[in-house]
C-alpha cells in the first residue's frame, strides 16, 4: 500500500489507485494544513473525493475537479463514481487541470525569485 512506501517512492502509490479519498475532521489542526493530497492526486491524474472543509473548500476546487463530501458523504460519493467511470475521467482531467501550472515546479520557483528579488530590493 502507499503508507508502506518509502519516501523516496511515496508518489507510486497514486499510480495503484483510480481515486484518492481524502477524510479530514474540520477542526482548528487541520483548518491549518495544506491541499497537498489534492495537489498530488492532481499532477497524478486521479479523482479526489475530500471532506468539505478548510483547505478543501479554497476557490480553486468545485464539483466539476474534485468531489467536496460533508463528514459522512463519502460512502454516497464513491458509489457515486463507482457508478458512473466517466464522473472519475471528468474529475480527474478537471483537478489535473486545475493544479498543473500553478503548482508546478516552474511556476513555484519563478513566484520564489520574484519574492526573494523583491526582499533583495528592499534590504
Same mark, same amino acid.
Given at each position: 500500500?502507499?503508507?508502506?512506501?518509502?519516501? +523516496?517512492?511515496?508518489?507510486?502509490?497514486? &499510480?495503484?489507485? /483510480?481515486?484518492?479519498?481524502?477524510?479530514? @475532521? /474540520?477542526?482548528? =489542526?487541520?483548518?491549518?494544513?495544506? +491541499? *497537498?493530497? *489534492?495537489?498530488?492526486?492532481? =499532477?497524478?491524474?486521479?479523482?479526489?473525493?475530500?471532506?468539505?472543509?478548510?483547505?478543501?473548500?479554497? /476557490?480553486?476546487?468545485?464539483?466539476?475537479? @474534485? *468531489?467536496?463530501?460533508?463528514?459522512?458523504? =463519502?460512502?454516497?460519493?464513491?458509489?457515486?463514481?463507482? $457508478?458512473?467511470?466517466?464522473?472519475?475521467? &471528468? *474529475?480527474?482531467?478537471? !483537478?489535473? $487541470?486545475?493544479?498543473?501550472?500553478?503548482?508546478?515546479?516552474?511556476?513555484?520557483?519563478?513566484?520564489? @525569485? +520574484? !519574492?526573494?528579488? +523583491? !526582499?533583495? &530590493?528592499? @534590504?
Amino acid at each position: 500500500g502507499i503508507w508502506s512506501r518509502k519516501v +523516496q517512492n511515496y508518489s507510486k502509490g497514486y &499510480d495503484e489507485i /483510480d481515486i484518492s479519498v481524502v477524510p479530514l @475532521a /474540520d477542526n482548528v =489542526f487541520n483548518n491549518g494544513k495544506s +491541499q *497537498l493530497k *489534492l495537489i498530488e492526486a492532481g =499532477f497524478k491524474r486521479k479523482a479526489c473525493i475530500v471532506s468539505n472543509v478548510y483547505p478543501y473548500t479554497i /476557490d480553486a476546487i468545485d464539483g466539476e475537479n @474534485a *468531489l467536496t463530501v460533508p463528514g459522512n458523504g =463519502f460512502y454516497g460519493a464513491m458509489r457515486r463514481c463507482i $457508478e458512473n467511470p466517466s464522473l472519475v475521467e &471528468d *474529475l480527474r482531467e478537471a !483537478l489535473h $487541470e486545475t493544479v498543473s501550472i500553478p503548482y508546478h515546479i516552474a511556476t513555484v520557483n519563478r513566484t520564489r @525569485a +520574484q !519574492l526573494y528579488n +523583491q !526582499l533583495i &530590493d528592499k @534590504a
